[in-house]
């Protein structure tokens, strides 16, 4: 079984501050790991993706986070908060194994805000 | 490239009425899913399927039929709405089974009177 526990479901930041939004799950498997971003009233897409090997991985608009497995976290981070970041975003989880565990397991979401 | 196509994009219901929510993806993936979205509780898979004619239950697939007669059509059918339905469905598509990344289509936003 699959969990991702996202702390904090709003976050409200400065723009230009720091935008860090948390990210823990649990896999019996080694995770594949992804942040999603939703856009109001639009569909789910990728910021980047978790798979194997170096842990600090960097996405789309300026976006990274970094696996650590000891800590079972895979937080998101920008430096630089903009406007245009304002959007849900989703952690999600799926593993390297048959059956339900490749399923994609979302976490809760958390909105974020950016304050001018 | 239009990647996932869902529609309507949005739909009344009355309690009991049955319907279909359709999607088709243009990008050749096998593997296709139904999530619904509600606020707080994140993307919950109803049915998916890993290629044409094979579908499985997600987490919360009563209520809900599917089926996937070709690699880019997987309809969703509601057999007898109930108000407990009303949510955002969104279809998505990935080309490996878990492992890739998802593409998802606009959304169609269901309420149930």
């Known amino acids: 079984a699959q969990s991702v526990t996202q702390l904090g479901s709003h976050v409200s930041v400065s723009e230009g501050a720091l935008v860090l939004l948390r990210c823990n799950y649990s896999?019996?498997?080694?995770?594949?790991l992804f942040w999603y971003v939703q856009y109001p009233n639009q569909g789910l897409q990728l910021l980047l993706k978790?798979?194997?090997?170096?842990?600090l991985v960097k996405g789309i608009n300026g976006f990274e986070a970094e696996f650590k497995k000891s800590e079972t976290s895979f937080h998101l981070t920008k430096p630089s908060a903009h406007m245009s970041d304002a959007a849900e975003y989703f952690c999600?989880?799926?593993?390297?194994?048959?059956?339900?565990?490749?399923?994609?397991?979302f976490g809760s979401g958390t909105q974020l805000t950016v304050l001018p | 490239n239009a990647g996932v196509t869902q529609t309507p994009k949005f739909q009344v219901l009355k309690t009991g009425q049955s319907m279909t929510l359709q999607c088709a993806q243009d990008?050749?993936?096998?593997?296709m899913s139904w999530y619904r979205q509600d606020p707080g509780m994140g993307l919950r898979l109803i049915h998916y399927?890993?290629?044409?004619?094979?579908?499985d239950q997600g987490e919360v697939p009563n209520g809900y039929n599917v089926s996937r007669s070709t690699t880019e059509d997987f309809p969703l059918r509601l057999l007898s709405a109930a108000p407990s339905q009303t949510s955002v469905y969104f279809c998505?598509?990935?080309?490996?089974?878990?492992?890739?990344?998802?593409?998802f289509g606009q959304g169609t936003r269901l309420t149930v009177v």
């Open positions: 998505a598509s990935s080309y490996s089974y878990g492992l890739t990344e998802a593409f």
């Open positions: 896999s019996s498997v080694p995770p594949y």
């Open positions: 978790y798979t194997t090997g170096a842990t």
């Open positions: 999600a989880v799926t593993g390297i194994s048959s059956g339900s565990a490749r399923q994609l397991t």
């Open positions: 990008m050749n993936h096998e593997y």
């Open positions: 399927s890993v290629g044409a004619g094979i579908t």
